[in-house]
């Protein structure tokens, strides 16, 4: 009897051990951070936070410009996980003059082997495991096809947000300043009243064929959209995605807001429009107004909006005797190139 009861204490002591191990043992996994297949550890300096699956590369538009437009790229990417820098496929559509003059399209071989968006676009690590990676992509082919061009893309900041974060990855110096268009935001102004505007239904609404996610399609459908707009007057808002200062835009964005707003646009206006880093009001004026680029909205127009007792103040501080109506007074000014600058209440006359 006593050895049967040795042995049932025996069987419970060592159920007792295994349980308690099995139950050690799925403690310790569920502490340890499920790993995702395809993950390539090295690229974690460079991951982004994701939020319900989705991870974004911030764009911060340090200037904006504006003038008509009707050469670009229009591009489009499609990703392989929600990190930006998982480029899988890649097109660019260009036009010039208004025509459609070029395409290039190819697969994307991204840095690590994670398709969790498979279901989307029907790409697989097995379809571009054989592919250029972005960095070659990029230095073969893209960076020629894009140097020099207005970068157009339906919801903008993603896919610039990618060729942006590629850049970091792969340490590629992509040429500044990066301009983009958002065609989304032309598509509001251009076609009102749609239900929403994404890339399927502007392209539904315009009659447009569209293979949506198909990276070729879906440039081909952003860049009708945008010669649409243009078609109806529309002249988009030109995003810098750098801090390098363009100074061909700003000065094709203010000599055509000064033809836009003719007799209408105020001079301070026109210096705000899309301010270069550290650049001057005395160097516009001495850019743009003396040299008579600004026909419309001129130094005149300018001067017109100040008092009469404020432009001779102006004159005796330069050291110059005049009198008459005010438009004597703009009269002398103009014609003794003082330059003026600063706010009404705090003005620095510096003669040319």
Known sequence: MSVIVLLILIWIYFKYIKKKKSGDESSLAASKPVERPGID?????????????????????????????????????????????????????????????????????????????????????DTVKEAPTFEEYYKSTLCDFIRGYVLVAHNAPFDIGCLKHCDQVYSLNLHEPILYIDTVEVARSAFPGLNNYKLSTVCAALGLKLDH????????????????????GIVPNIYNADWADDIESFRKTVIY?????????????????APLTGYKEVDFIKEFVDTGILKDATKEVMLSKMKKAELQKILDDAGIEASGLKKDLIREIIDHHIVVLGSNTDRVYIPA
Not at 213 to 232: F, K, M, P, W, Y
């Open 257 to 273: 807001l000064a033809n836009r707003y003719k007799n209408g646009i105020s001079f301070n206006m026109l210096f705000n429009s």
């Open 41 to 125: 550890h090295s690229l974690d300096p460079f991951r982004r936070p994701e939020y319900n699956g989705f991870a974004r590369m911030d764009i911060h538009s340090h200037h904006t410009y504006q003038y008509p437009l009707n050469s670009f790229v229009a591009i489009d990417v499609e990703t392989a996980s929600p990190q930006p820098f998982s480029i899988c496929s890649m097109s660019a559509v260009k036009v010039e003059n208004g025509q459609v003059v070029d395409k290039i399209t190819s697969l994307i071989r991204p840095p690590e082997k994670q398709f969790t968006n498979s279901h989307v676009h029907h790409i697989t690590w």
């Open 213 to 232: 996610h198909n990276s070729l399609s879906d440039a081909q459908g952003c860049t009708q959209i945008l010669l649409r707009a243009v078609e109806r």
